[in-house]
């Protein structure tokens, strides 16, 4: 597979202008099921925003939805403030990449790209121009000859790619367009569409349930859930200051430890007073939400747990400890660090002294 950066040619494409877009109040059912509920989500000109969450949260509804090929039973899609809500899928200046990439396996990558530019009426001149460019700007230039059934799965992407970029488009939508790819596929060309994203300037929306992808790719990602709008922030934020226990256990992996609320905005955790983001009733029991990498692991021999697992991570290893009380916690620690704590080990757990979040008891004390 061609890496645009090793390639020596460096095509001219033009900066494109990205579009400002809105959800207002969107809500569509499938049945008994609610796919959205009320949702609301701005995007900027040329931001790339990622649409996370489980299966079945209403992430591709709402794609569909500004592509044109679903209609809300209620709300609007408003583009640079225009009420697309009724126009149709074919005038709505978007472009879109399908998860199954959805090239016609009768024509060549060259025709694949040019389709659009064909149902327009351009001369053929233009279209193998233009055709031409996208397929150097994805890094196949040699392959326009060939069909799909010739292609890897990765340069299938490249094409389907090239081809929603063909009518210059001022959205991009992508419908998990690398969830069919190898790992090691799927990380390069990630690379390249964010890199592709942000030279053109195009305003792009990414669906995806891959929290790594959202964390990785996207300017700012918006977590849903049962087809409403959890959080929006950017993957930093959204990481550190996650704001419901949905988010923070759906992005990154999270502690369930369990606690008691001492009033004052404080929790008492592993015989510490830790302050709450979001405060709670004081004496409730809960369960305080702490990353494996916020945790604190010595060797202790009194201080009473024990490793009971380790993995190895690359840079970082992951401790599973079990407490006195029989709970279980992860922790992680760079490789070093954790070379003299093996299954076994006596250790003491530690929590910093920030704010954590908390969230009603749930019946296992264990890690998930």
Known sequence: MTDLGSTDRTPTVARETGAALEFVELRRSFGTTMALDGLSLSVRPGELLALLGPSGCGKTTALRMLAGFEQPESGQVLVDGRDVTRVPAHRRD?????????????LNARDNVAFGLRIRKAGAAERRARAAELLELVGLPDHGDRYPHQLSGGQQQRVALARALALRPRVLLLDEPLSALDAKVRLTLREEIRRLQQ??????????????????????????RDGRLEQCAPPEELYAYPATAFVAEFVGTMNRLPGRAAGEGKVEVLGRRLPVAGGAAAGAELDVLVRPEAVAVRSDADGGARVVATTFLGAMTRLIVRLADGTE???????????????????????????VLVDSRRTSRNVR
């Open 329 to 355: 916690i992860k922790a992680d620690l760079s490789t070093p660090d954790a070379a003299a704590l093996g299954a076994g080990a006596a250790v003491s757990v530690a929590l910093p002294d920030r704010p």
């Open 199 to 224: 030279d053109l300037g195009i305003t792009t929306l990414f669906v995806t349930h891959d929290q790594e992808e959202a964390l990785s790719m996207a300017d700012r990602v918006a977590v849903m």
């Open 94 to 106: 978007a472009g879109m990449v399908f998860q199954s990439y959805s090239l016609f396996p009768h």
